[in-house]
T-cell receptor, first 114, second 114 residues
Framework: DAGVIQSPRHEVTEMGQEVTLRCKPI?????LFWYRQTMMRGLELLIY????????DSGMPEDRFSAKMPNASFSTLKIQPSEPRDSAVYFC????????????FGDGTRLSIL | GDSVTQMEGPVTLSEEAFLTINCTYT??????LFWYVQYPGEGLQLLLK?????DKGSNKGFEATYRKETTSFHLEKGSVQVSDSAVYFC?????????????FGSGTRLSIRP
């Protein structure tokens, strides 16, 4: 079975540019999570969706960050405008159903903002 | 709120040594407990889990027992290999959330010397 698929794997861009990260969750999973990982702050939950609806976006750092899930098989995380402090590895994860279910992670997008 | 505390790294061991990574948790209910592993350049992978007190999760020679009386879920392996070098995350299910949110520890980096 295909796991969570993220693209691109690496992104290097200049500050001020718009960045779009993409995620395809595991088919049949109804929860989708976006995380950010840095050396300084570790793993941070940014936002999560249930059945394509955003449930909790309290981890989104600023209005420059936005996330959408137009259908059950696709989600985007957008940063506009990007800043050097946004450099991190961004992970998408999905899970099936209720509490106590594990999350399945993609391989991440390594983002570098110059 | 609920939280996870795990031993700080990095941990460096010789091949075939015995491994213990300590993890304790604080929770108001009876969460499921997880260990995830992150290999270089990859996303987090579920290593093992336990869903109730006294359950033992095991996988790839790793074990952890859900100890309610000590609120612990320590990870152990009898004989580590170089290929076990990775970052290990202890985690629990967030019962205060209706979703399959997971609260992660800060991670412990493990390096195994040949």
């Amino acid at each position: 079975d295909a796991g969570v698929i993220q693209s691109p794997r690496h992104e290097v861009t200049e500050m001020g540019q718009e960045v779009t990260l993409r995620c395809k969750p595991i088919s049949g999973h109804d929860y989708l999570f976006w995380y950010r990982q840095t050396m300084m702050r570790g793993l941070e939950l940014l936002i999560y969706f249930n059945n394509n609806v955003p449930i909790d976006d309290s981890g989104m750092p600023e209005d420059r960050f936005s996330a959408k899930m137009p259908n059950a098989s696709f989600s985007t995380l957008k940063i506009q405008p990007s800043e050097p402090r946004d450099s991190a590895v961004y992970f998408c994860a999905s899970s099936a159903g209720t509490v106590n279910q594990p999350q399945h992670f993609g391989d991440g997008t390594r983002l570098s903002i110059l | 709120g609920d939280s996870v505390t795990q031993m700080e790294g990095p941990v460096t061991l010789s091949e075939e040594a015995f491994l213990t990574i300590n993890c304790t948790y604080t929770a108001t209910g009876y969460p499921s407990l997880f260990w995830y592993v992150q290999y270089p350049g990859e996303g987090l992978q579920l290593l093992l889990k336990a869903t109730k007190a006294d359950d033992k999760g095991s996988n790839k020679g790793f074990e952890a027992t859900y100890r309610k009386e000590t609120t612990s879920f320590h990870l152990e392996k009898g004989s580590v290999q170089v290929s076990d070098s990775a970052v290990y995350f202890c985690a629990l299910s967030d019962l205060n959330s209706s979703a399959s949110k997971i609260i992660f520890g800060s991670g412990t980096r493990l390096s195994i010397r040949p």
